[in-house]
């Protein structure tokens, strides 16, 4: 879909849930993380980059306290008021956008602006991202949310503080220990751009890929499978990686390089030493990902995304059959290189690929996925797009 069919959505279905038009159009896009999992909120690298699906928040501002939100994907309309917004109680979808009221509502407050000051707002979500792929809908929602709030609250708060917000309302009201990748890359994003992250410094450089200009394509394999980051997995990982950094004597894994790894081996019982051992070689590919494609082009990018792979289902265990057939399926089919991407436990892969191989590749996966019996995977081309901006 694009943006402006998008857009055109996201006001008929906001005049049709509160009977006027809104105040003004916002979208955020989701995003796609090349290289770097779960190393965010381990203050490593990431390189991640926005993709052209997104969501559009239409909002309008009231002459009460009232917040309402609505969503073209999720049924019912969520009403609060500002005065009574607990992040404890918020559930559901809703919890996306209220959450990011609140962190906004606290942030304005740091500002001086007290909260008693701030209008009602009614806002709605309309979306082409699909949720629970591994494409970061939950970053969308609240960018777009985020960018609208800042403009009719007229907070003036610039991208890094949002991409702050957004993750505040995912870690505090949702309850996910996601890191700060997401937010970052659907605010910061730009086309035939990847954002190398820093989040230690949330230093952001964007980074050419020239995909197009070489012939490749990424493709996006979504295999169907759900994940969630709020329970299980994402938790205990990253409860691993703070359990090796402390027995490591460091302050996060970041401060930890390849070097280090001989004397991990020594200190760390097995499971922490691999998901230790995963993030260190991670931290590396990402750079090593960056350097390759600006000496020698996007071609050279395949191999590492195939080591990141290794490395997730393998060290950090967070693969699964989906997934693991997915990627070497897509490799014997002569992608250039490709992982699963996102959190894990489900979700989403990526290959690089030629844009003639495309079509072959996209075939030959469905065909592997019916033969192991699994859910018929949707496959569909990404490219670098613009981050979070107002539409109308
Ligand atoms: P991901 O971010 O990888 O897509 P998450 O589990 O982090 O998966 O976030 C998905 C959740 O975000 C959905 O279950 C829903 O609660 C919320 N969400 C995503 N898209 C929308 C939308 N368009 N409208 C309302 N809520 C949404
Ligand atoms: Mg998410």
């Not at 038009?21 to 980059?49: C, K, M, Q």
């Not at 995963?278 to 590919?285: A, F, W």
């Not at 989906?322 to 490709?338: F, H, I, N, R």
């Amino acid at each position: 879909m694009t943006t402006t069919e998008l857009s055109q959505q996201g006001r008929e279905f906001f005049a049709g849930q509160f009977g006027q038009p809104p105040d003004g159009l916002w979208s955020a896009p989701g995003r796609v993380n090349l290289i770097g999992e779960h190393t965010d909120y381990n203050n490593g690298f990431v390189f991640p980059i926005a993709i052209e699906k997104r969501t559009v928040a239409a909002a309008g501002l009231r002459s009460d306290r009232r917040l309402r939100v609505a969503s073209s994907s999720f049924p019912g309309m969520v009403e609060v008021s500002l005065d009574e917004l607990d992040p404890d109680a918020l559930q559901g979808w809703a919890a996306y956008p209220l959450g990011v009221a609140w962190a906004m509502a606290q942030a304005a407050g740091e500002k001086g602006i007290p909260g008693a000051q701030l209008a009602g707002v009614d806002l709605t979500l309309t979306s082409d991202v699909p949720a629970g792929a591994g494409l970061s809908s939950s970053a969308a929602v609240e960018c777009a949310a985020a960018l609208a709030l800042n403009e009719l609250w007229g907070l003036g708060l610039g991208r890094e503080e949002l991409a702050r917000i957004g993750q505040l309302a995912e870690n505090r009201v949702v309850g996910a220990p996601t890191g700060i990748m997401d937010q970052s890359a659907s605010l910061l994003g730009e086309p035939d751009h990847g954002i190398l992250l820093d989040c230690q410094s949330l230093r952001a450089e964007s980074v050419p890929l020239g995909f197009a200009a070489a012939g490749l394509g990424l493709l996006v394999i979504d295999t169907r499978t759900s994940h969630s980051h709020a329970d299980g997995g994402y938790a205990s990982r990253r409860r691993s990686c703070e359990e090796g950094a402390k027995a490591m004597g460091v302050p996060s894994l970041r401060a930890l390089g390849p070097g280090d790894l001989p004397r991990a081996a020594g200190v760390l019982d097995d499971e922490t030493f691999r998901r230790v051992r995963h993030i260190v070689t991670e931290n590396q590919r990402v750079l090593d990902t960056v350097a390759a494609l600006q000496a020698e082009g996007p071609s050279a990018v395949g191999p590492f995304l195939n080591e990141s792979h290794v490395s997730m289902r393998d060290d950090f265990e967070i693969s699964t059959p989906e997934l693991d057939l997915a990627v070497s399926a897509a490799q014997s089919l002569g992608a250039l290189g490709a992982r699963m991407t996102g959190g894990g436990f489900g979700g989403a892969a990526i290959a690089l690929v030629r844009n003639g191989d495309a079509a072959g590749i996209t075939e030959g996966l469905i065909r592997e996925f019916a033969r192991a019996g699994f859910t018929a995977p949707s496959i569909f081309p990404v490219s670098a797009s613009a981050g979070a901006r107002r539409e109308e």
